[in-house]
Every structure is written in structure tokens, then in C-alpha cells.
């Protein structure tokens, strides 16, 4: 059994994220709703903390672990946010804000068993510390939690959670069996984000509304922004995975192609090599050095990638799904929540400066 994530660590996921409420509540008007934000993730946090305790030891120490290993609690963020077009941050809004983040959490040790994943939030990954099939059950747990808690805010959240659920599900089955003959393969990939990353992300912007009573007609805004900025938020990934961030996340530079996994510079100089002959010779290096895995011309292939104009017409698709979310937003009404989602989106993109 590993120790427990020390106490430093874990107020980390809670300090990093209201770092990032500054950044969208910016102005001297929107600081009362900053605060009640702030207050709502304190709550939140405390949620999750109960719920994923269980009397069996191995179960308490595993379900915990990337909870207390840190994350920026986007998703029950947002949660609160959409929850301030009604009444705000209300028992079956902060109920909602913690499903989504157990389902987020519970997602993350499956996709680190198939992923392969030594590292995760800094830390080594729960399947690196117990093994695949502790990750894997400690994943199905968290589910299982998420589902009695959502049980608890009736039928609506039930459905919505089962929803968004197959859309996660049918995101990683469309990964792993990758596009199929006649498909494109950056359309394939931005679709398996929109279900992988997206629906989520919706899902916890749609429960805000709902669970807030606020407006039905902004349920279908907050959705498209929530899919749209979720899209944004992994294609901006895509770039960072390309620079070595070991300060934040102990990760090497291109974890994610080591990993075989096709982010979207790699399939546009895919697209790129068919006519370009010296796209060509970077996509032999890259993928003969993801076969090798160690190779020093594979590092330097990677930094190569970082430069190529590839990487950023990536940021540019970026900046266009984020702009799409923001205009999504035009049904809701001008005034502190408009403007934190615009900044909210904004911050998404601005991650990989």
C-alpha cells in the first residue's frame, strides 16, 4: 500500500483552481460572484472528500489518490458558474459539482490502465503504484459513487449522468479502434474528443442550469459551450504535450505520441506528408522513434514537431472551438456569468502561453 498524498499536495487542486477564478473574475463588479465561487468549490471539496470514503482500508487510500494528487476542478467550476443564472449555489448544485468530478476522476485511472501512463497531476499513476487491475476496480468504485450520488437528485440527473457516461465510453472505444476505412481521420479525432473530453465538460455546465432552476432555454447555450470549450481545452493539450512540463506534471515532451497516442500535429503532418517531402522525413523520424521510445533523434523529431507549422495550425483550430463555445453563449443574458464563460474560454486557450 502506498502512503497517502501529503497535506502540501493535496490544497493543491483547490489553490490552483481558484488561481484560475482570478484570472476569469478579473474586474471589481464580478468579485461577489467570484467569492461565492470560491465558497461553493470550498464546499465542493469537502463533498468529494466524504464521498470517496470507504471503510475498506484499500479502497480509501486508492480512490483518494488522485483526488488528493491535485487538478484544477474545471468541470465543478463551471458547475457553479452556470449554477448563478438561478439560484446559485444550492445543495443539489454542489451535489452536481461533485458527480461531475468523481466521473472525471473515475475516467482518469481507466484511461491511465490504457493509456499506460507512468505519470499523473506530478505523481506516479494509480496502475503504476498497484497495478492494472486495482486502477481499473478503483475506477469502477468511483463510478459507482458517482451513480449513488446522482441517484440522489432524481430521474433528470440519472438520465443526463447515463448520457454523458455512453458518450464518455463511446469517445474511448472510437480511440482505441481508431478511424475506420473511408473515415478522416481528423474528423475521427475531433469527434472522439467531443465525446472523450466535451461531454462531459457540457454535462457539468447543463447541471449547473438545471439543478440551479435556472432558465431552460440557456440548457442548450451552456451545453454547446461546455463541448465546444471541451474540444478547445484537449487540442490545447495537444500542444503542451509537446513541451516538457516536469515543474507541473512530471511528464516528458511528447508523452502522448510515446504513448501512440495520434494528437491532432501529428495527424495534420500526416495530411502534410502526402506533398510534402520534408514533413515526410519528420513523420518517419517521429514514428520510427515511438516505436523505439528512447532514441535521441526521436527528442529531437519532437522538438522539431513543436516548431513545425503543424503545431500551430493546432492552436489556431484551438482558438476556433473556443471562439464557437463563446458565440454558443449569445442566448444567455449580458452580465457577470456571460462574461466569466467568455474569460473562462479565453483562459483555456491562453494555457499553452
Given at each position: ?19 484560475l477564478t482570478e484570472r476569469i473574475f478579473s474586474s471589481r ?207 490545447v493539450d495537444d500542444v503542451i504535450d509537446l513541451s516538457p ?109
Amino acid at each position: 500500500m502506498s502512503p497517502a498524498i501529503p497535506a502540501t499536495r493535496r490544497s493543491k487542486a483547490l489553490s490552483s483552481q481558484l488561481g484560475l477564478t482570478e484570472r476569469i473574475f478579473s474586474s471589481r463588479d464580478d468579485r461577489a460572484m467570484a467569492a461565492t465561487i470560491e465558497d461553493g468549490l470550498a464546499l465542493v471539496e469537502e463533498g468529494l472528500l466524504r464521498e470517496l470514503e470507504f471503510a475498506d482500508n484499500i479502497a480509501d487510500v486508492t480512490s483518494r489518490y488522485l483526488l488528493s494528487a491535485g487538478g484544477k476542478r474545471v468541470r465543478p467550476m463551471l458547475t457553479l458558474l452556470t449554477a448563478q443564472l438561478g439560484d446559485g449555489n444550492v445543495p443539489a448544485v454542489l451535489a452536481a459539482a461533485q458527480v461531475v468530478e468523481i466521473t472525471h476522476l473515475a475516467s482518469l485511472y481507466h484511461d491511465d490502465v490504457m493509456d499506460e501512463a507512468e505519470q499523473r497531476r506530478g505523481v506516479p499513476s494509480a496502475q503504476a503504484v498497484w497495478g492494472n487491475s486495482v486502477a481499473i476496480l478503483t475506477g469502477d468504485l468511483l463510478f459507482a459513487r458517482a451513480s449513488k450520488l446522482v441517484a440522489s437528485l432524481g430521474e433528470r440527473a440519472i438520465i443526463l449522468q447515463a448520457d454523458t457516461f455512453e458518450r464518455l465510453v463511446l469517445g474511448q472505444l472510437n480511440e482505441t479502434a481508431g478511424p475506420q476505412e473511408g473515415d478522416d481521420p481528423i474528423e475521427h479525432y475531433i469527434e472522439v474528443l467531443a465525446n472523450k473530453t466535451g461531454s462531459l465538460i457540457a454535462a457539468a455546465a447543463q447541471m449547473g442550469v438545471v439543478f440551479s432552476n435556472a432558465a431552460e432555454e440557456y440548457e442548450n447555450a451552456v451545453m454547446l459551450f461546455g463541448e465546444r470549450i471541451g474540444v478547445a481545452f484537449q487540442l490545447v493539450d495537444d500542444v503542451i504535450d509537446l513541451s516538457p512540463r516536469a515543474d507541473d506534471t512530471g511528464k516528458v515532451a511528447g508523452t502522448d505520441l510515446r504513448a501512440g497516442v495520434p494528437t491532432l500535429p501529428l495527424l495534420y503532418l500526416r495530411r502534410s506528408a502526402l506533398t510534402d517531402p520534408q514533413a515526410a522525413g519528420l513523420l518517419a523520424r517521429l514514428e520510427a522513434g515511438i516505436a523505439s521510445d528512447e532514441s535521441p533523434e526521436f527528442e529531437s523529431a519532437i522538438a522539431e514537431l513543436r516548431e513545425h507549422p503543424v503545431t500551430a495550425t493546432t492552436l489556431a483550430e484551438a482558438q476556433r472551438w473556443a471562439d464557437d463555445a463563446v458565440a454558443a453563449l449569445a442566448p444567455l443574458p449580458d452580465g457577470s456569468v456571460k462574461k466569466a464563460l467568455t474569460r473562462f474560454a479565453e483562459a483555456m486557450v491562453e494555457r499553452s502561453r
